[in-house]
């Protein structure tokens, strides 16, 4: 069994978005170099336990309780002081975290702060604070905006929709585009939190299963929804009039194009909508097929891009594990679980096959875990997510269903039961960040452990690595 620690020091302060950056006082400076060093001890500490546990595995010495041990401190090594954590990377300049404003400078409409603060929201996020000032600005601006997976892009553009809205007019103003229906619903959460103490603002979900009785108009200010369903309740039904849309937001556009259909129904509302109307657009990914897209969809934007190398978060250390097989996989699998679920973790397999044999044979020795996958129903799959969420399941085994954009916590842990690949069999490094960024949200600390079973793999892996330069 051999193990790969991809851990590289912080890049540089990134040059890619106008932050200014804020004179460090020595104040900081101590607490940022006391924290370094505690955390370098913590990492060379559990890297060490889990190279141990990993031996043992190799050595086939499967001693489940010392490896469980072993790798129950490392978890809990990577899950303590997690508020300090994201305190002191909001004061780096080097982290996605990082910011120089306080919300108050941000001039949000009070009832809106309040519900920022009602989240336990401090200080926005690099993302946040740059984001908002060009989406809140008048006349309105166009923005096409990268972030890393879980530092805070769905809070910014409900902020603007939430702060754009007028809540005297019974008429939808702004419309929220979604992949998938779990990240609809979860998006409208956040809106329902965020506007706690804005009752006058409604929402309304666009989503399959949500009949409206013909003829009807709807008086709801925000709309959130899928592109097939929010199209056709834009023209079909016309429960929407897109003439009156001020703000437009495309949510996880490389989730978006690669769904069939998506892209081509997003353009058609996005034609629908008046010359003036906002049009904001996300992605934690930017490939050349995202780019065009997004140039396609959003005219003349503001653009917050980020450097390949800063893509992926230093918050999430990432390891490999050896074996032979799937049944090899399977059996270290087993003996790392009682780490796993120590917090909460999420595993990915390749296909639905997979992921409901691994379910069995993991229930079958006596675990608990719960099974997601694309062939149940929409309003089943939104069960077995709120279960998870609410900490009544711990492990999570799925496929790419749930790779982007589930926003979970307390997840500590991601495993790629199998690495993610195309249908070519080549590397999907957009899949591999988004599938690892379910952990490590916003500043927390968060364990990727792929397994690898072949030559191929580890090719696969070896690529994956190279991509990004870590
Ligand atoms: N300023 C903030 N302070 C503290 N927590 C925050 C802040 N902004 C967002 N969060 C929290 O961080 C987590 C991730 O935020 P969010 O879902 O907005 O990220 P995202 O960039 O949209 O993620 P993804 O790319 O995976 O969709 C959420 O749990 C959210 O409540």
């Not at 909001?90 to 603060?117: A, C, I, N, T």
């Not at 990240?183 to 399959?208: D, F, S």
């Not at 003996?335 to 044979?361: D, P, S, V």
């Amino acid at each position: 069994m051999q193990y790969g620690d991809t851990f590289t020091p912080p890049p540089g302060p990134s040059d890619s978005r106008p932050v200014k950056p804020v004179p460090f006082t020595v104040f900081t400076v101590v607490r940022v170099c006391l924290f370094e060093s505690l955390h370098v001890y913590a990492s060379v500490h559990s890297l060490f336990s889990l190279y141990q546990c990993l031996l043992r595995l190799l050595l086939n010495s499967v001693d489940n309780k010392s490896a469980q041990s072993l790798l129950n401190k490392l978890i809990r090594s990577n899950l303590v002081n997690t508020t300090n954590q994201v305190e002191v990377l909001q004061k780096d300049p080097s982290s996605p975290l990082y910011s120089v404003r306080s919300f108050e400078e941000l001039h949000l409409k009070p009832q809106l702060l309040r519900g920022v603060y009602g989240m336990g929201f401090n200080r926005p996020s690099k993302i946040q604070e740059t984001a908002l000032p060009m989406m809140l600005a008048e006349p309105a601006q166009n923005l096409i905006a990268q972030s890393q997976s879980g530092t805070g892009k769905t809070a910014a553009f409900v902020l603007a929709m939430l702060s754009h809205v007028d809540p005297n007019l019974n008429h939808p103003q702004c419309l929220c585009v979604s992949p998938t229906y779990e990240l609809a619903l979860q998006t409208g959460k956040v809106i329902e939190q965020m506007g706690k103490h804005y009752p006058e603002v409604k929402l309304v979900y666009a989503i399959r299963g949500n009949k409206l009785p013909r003829g009807m108009k709807l008086e709801e200010q925000i709309v959130i929804g899928t592109p097939g369903t929010m199209l056709d309740w834009c023209s079909k039904f016309r429960f929407i009039d897109p003439k009156k849309i001020k703000v437009f937001v495309l949510d996880e556009a490389d989730v978006m194009i690669a769904t069939q259909g998506h892209q081509d129904q997003s353009i058609r509302i996005q034609r629908m909508l008046p010359k003036n109307c906002q049009m904001l657009l996300f992605s934690a990914t930017f490939e050349e097929s995202v780019w065009s897209f997004a140039q396609r969809i959003v005219p003349e934007p503001n653009i917050i891009k980020l450097k390949r190398e800063e893509e992926t978060l230093d918050t999430i250390k990432q390891y490999y594990v050896l074996c032979n097989s799937k049944e090899e996989k399977f059996q270290a699998l087993c003996n790392i679980y009682g780490g796993i679920t120590i917090a909460q973790a999420m595993i990915f397999c390749h296909t639905r096959k997979t992921a409901g044999w691994l379910a069995g044979e993991l229930s079958r020795e006596g675990h608990q875990v719960a099974l997601l996958s694309g062939e149940m129903q929409v309003e089943q799959r939104a069960a077995v997510i709120e279960r998870f969420r609410d900490g009544k399941e711990k492990v999570l085994v799925t496929t790419n269903v749930c790779a982007r954009g589930i926003d979970v916590e307390q997840v500590s842990v991601v495993i790629n039961f199998d690495l993610p690949v195309d249908r070519e069999g080549n590397p999907d490094n957009e899949t591999y960040l988004h599938r690892i960024g379910r952990t490590g949200r916003f500043g927390k600390r968060g364990l990727a452990i792929n397994m690898v079973d072949s030559k191929m793999s580890m090719n696969i892996l070896n690529r994956i690595q190279d991509h990004f330069s870590k």
